[in-house]
């Protein structure tokens, strides 16, 4: 059974840091694109960040670039999201997903409203509040 499971969300002050983890099972995760999206309550949901699985290029929205850090451990079969000098707009319930379209390497789409992605998990709540 494919699936995906995050975890490493939490409440943080303004300013901290939180690692938030992507781990597959039945599945493996270097074969594939990678995409970190977020819903805060009212909005609809946005594409993150996202990891090829070729050269393991990332991608960053406009709003976290700087801030966040995707990565790989492929002998972990997770995909992390590091996230520093956290803010309270980054209060969100956040997922991963997969890339479920050819080419199955390629983050192409993933800031989409409709993102080629799936296999999505259960998600993990960030809240960054003083």
């Known amino acids: 059974q494919v699936q995906l499971v995050e975890s490493g969300g939490g409440l943080v002050q303004p300013g901290g840091s939180l690692r938030l983890s992507c781990t597959a099972s039945?599945?493996?995760?270097?074969?594939?694109?990678i995409g970190w999206f977020r819903q805060a309550p009212g909005k609809e949901r946005e594409g993150v960040s996202c990891i090829s699985s070729l050269y393991d290029t990332s991608y960053y929205t406009d709003s976290v670039k700087g801030r966040f850090t995707i990565s790989r451990d492929n002998a972990k079969n997770t995909v992390y999201l590091q996230m520093n000098s956290l803010k309270p707009e980054d209060t969100a319930v956040y997922f991963c997903?997969?890339?479920?379209?050819?080419?199955?390497?390629?983050?192409?789409?993933?800031?989409?409203?409709?993102?080629?992605?799936?296999?999505w998990g259960q998600g993990t709540q960030v809240t960054v509040s003083s």
């Open positions: 997903a997969a890339r479920t379209r050819t080419p199955y390497y390629s983050c192409s789409g993933y800031g989409s409203t409709s993102p080629p992605f799936g296999s």
């Open positions: 039945g599945f493996t995760l270097n074969s594939y694109a």
